[in-house]
């Protein structure tokens, strides 16, 4: 376990923007070990997966959740590297191993797009969770979980069975932001039974159904463990982020942490490449509290 002193030993390594965004970040303490592929059997088809591991035994594991329409590097950053290959990259570095995954139907995994769910991907977030747990070169740790965006109502929904949770731009208000992304014709056409449409794929009324029954803001009141919520001030795509995530962490029992810095949707992965690995250094630190 990193110590308070190994801290506050190490912070010369931790960069100033960090420091803006928590008290606390973590400071590099390795290097990162080459990614591992690997593949996760659950009832409804396999999951494609990477697993990032610190070059030291790891102080605490994490399983990573896209959003929507992404996959497990998730969107490309400003260095060209997916923005969760690069998160978890800078995590490793700080001594938290990670499990990336495809949700069924997205990259590599099993499945058809067009049948994704919220649902479904809390589903295969459960079963991932529970191989992450099974895996000895992870330490050991009971490991979190982190959503990111449409990701954190699958971090949500299997966040009891996790050690902690974190959400980086969560959805928040389901019906706003798909409509906003969508369009409410989407809707109408799902509530009749049909499909819609979707560039060149579909998505089956379930995936609506899903959406306007999911309530992560009940969701995260409710979880009875640790919460780091980042919400940008400039996210366009979940717009009021900070101050529905500070009215969240006023009414939570449980610890809860929030940041909200002045970024967008990418949290500055593409547009602020120092801020983001700031976000992942202020995630570490959670991810490593004990």
């Known amino acids: 376990m990193i110590t308070r002193v190994a801290l506050v030993a190490l912070m010369a390594l931790v960069p100033a923007t960090a420091r803006a965004f ?4 973590a400071p590099v303490v390795t290097a990162a ?17 990477t697993l990032t591991l610190p070059g030291a ?9 896209h959003g929507y329409t992404g996959s497990r590097d998730e969107f490309r950053s400003a260095a060209g590297e997916g923005t969760f ?15 990336r ?16 769910t919220p649902d479904s991907q809390a589903q295969d977030a459960a ?3 529970a191989a992450l747990s099974g895996l000895p070169e992870a330490g050991g740790h009971p490991p979190a979980v982190l959503g990111f965006s449409m990701g954190g109502l699958a971090a949500l929904s299997a966040g009891p069975a996790a050690s902690r949770v974190v959400l980086w731009n969560p959805v928040v208000e389901p019906r706003r932001t798909f409509e906003a992304i969508l369009g409410a014709a989407a809707f109408a056409t799902a509530a009749t039974g049909g499909d819609v449409l979707v560039g060149t794929t579909g998505l089956r009324p379930g995936f609506f159904a899903g959406i306007d029954a999911a309530r992560p803001q009940d969701a995260a009141l409710r979880l009875p463990v640790p919460l780091l919520i980042v919400a940008g001030g400039r996210d366009t795509v979940v717009p009021d982020g900070p101050s529905i995530a500070d009215t969240l962490a006023r009414g939570r029992t ?3 942490q929030m940041i ?20 992942v250094a202020c995630t570490a630190a959670f991810l490593l509290l004990r």
């Open 22 to 25: 928590c008290a606390d970040p």
């Open 33 to 49: 070990q080459a990614d591992r592929i690997l593949r996760i059997d659950t009832r409804a088809g396999r999951l494609a997966a």
């Open 57 to 65: 035994p790891p102080q605490a594991a994490v399983l990573m959740l």
């Open 85 to 99: 290959t690069r998160a978890a990259q800078l995590l490793a570095e700080r001594g938290v191993a990670s499990l």
């Open 101 to 116: 995954i495809d949700f069924r139907g997205s990259g590599e995994s099993d499945g058809a797009w067009e049948d994704t």
């Open 127 to 129: 079963a991932a969770l």
């Open 254 to 256: 449980a610890p809860t």
């Open 260 to 279: 909200a810095p002045p970024l967008g949707h990418d949290l500055g992965a593409v547009s602020d490449l120092a801020a983001f690995d700031a976000v």
